[in-house]
């Protein structure tokens, strides 16, 4: 039964040391930050993803300095001329064009004859 007594003293004195060494409560963070320094409580833009780097806004990939700007061509135009280029060194035993499904290309096909010698 001493235990007892001796127990809830030192339950009192751990709680009242505790509550003396207990942290203070920081203040809201402010609207405004440091100039120069980015608000890490601002919201982030739409389509950001968070990368092992930081949040990175998915964007155009960087051109290069010397590039060329080429127009969307058209893609019978462009089969017709792959078609005519192969035909004059091989023989076609088959050809799927490449079919257009909501503006997304399918892949197409040449077959040629196998060739010998």
């Not at 509550?19 to 203070?24: D, L, N, P, V, W």
């Not at 993803?49 to 080429?70: L, Q, Y």
């Not at 061509?73 to 079919?99: C, G």
Request: charged share 15%; hydrophobic share 45%.
């Amino acid at each position: 039964m001493a235990r007892l007594p001796l127990l809830i003293l030192l339950s009192i004195v751990a709680l009242t040391t505790v509550a003396g060494r207990a942290q203070e409560i920081l203040p809201a963070p402010s609207a405004q930050s440091a100039p120069g320094q980015p608000n890490p409580f601002a919201t982030l833009p739409e389509g950001t993803v968070i990368g092992p780097s930081g949040p990175v806004v998915p964007g155009p990939p960087p051109a290069p300095k010397n590039s060329v700007v080429i127009p969307p061509l058209n893609a019978e135009n462009v089969w017709t001329q792959m078609v005519d280029v192969v035909d004059d060194y091989f023989k076609i035993a088959a050809e799927q064009r490449v079919v257009f499904s909501n503006g997304v290309p399918a892949e197409g096909r040449i077959d040629t004859f196998p060739q010998t010698g």
